[in-house]
């Protein structure tokens, strides 16, 4: 079993800034290049899952697991940097969404049901 770090976003924050100074990098981490990149990380994660079932998609073989793994970590990584040159706290956003969101679909009026806010309607 591997060991668990428990970095905060901060922290990882502070590592990929570090990193990115240390090659000269952020030069090339404008928002919109990190945005592309972004983008192209979720579809690279897309493609595991690709014309699996659901059932497979949720029983993937340990070498599967890690090549996910690793396309999460780039996701991250490419968030909390778009995050850090946009000077956005990814936590507090994070806490305003939810808000938004519980407003948006009260448990006691779409439990079990998934259909996007605008299509509930007053029934």
């Known amino acids: 079993m591997s060991e668990k770090i428990t970095d905060s976003l901060a922290q990882l924050n502070e590592k990929l800034l570090a990193f990115a100074r240390a090659r000269d990098w952020e030069q090339f981490h404008s928002p919109k290049n990190l945005a592309m990149a972004l983008i192209a990380e979720c579809a690279e994660l897309v493609e595991h899952f690709q014309w699996l079932s659901e059932a ?68």
């Open 56 to 123: 497979q998609s949720q029983q993937l073989a340990p070498e599967k697991q890690e090549q996910v793994a690793l396309e999460m970590a780039d996701i991250l990584i490419y968030l909390i940097r778009t995050a850090e040159r946009l000077d956005i706290d990814l936590i507090a956003a994070a806490h305003r969404k939810i808000a938004i969101n519980e407003s948006r679909y009260p448990a006691d009026k779409v439990k079990g049901d998934a259909r996007r806010a605008n299509e509930y309607g007053d029934e």
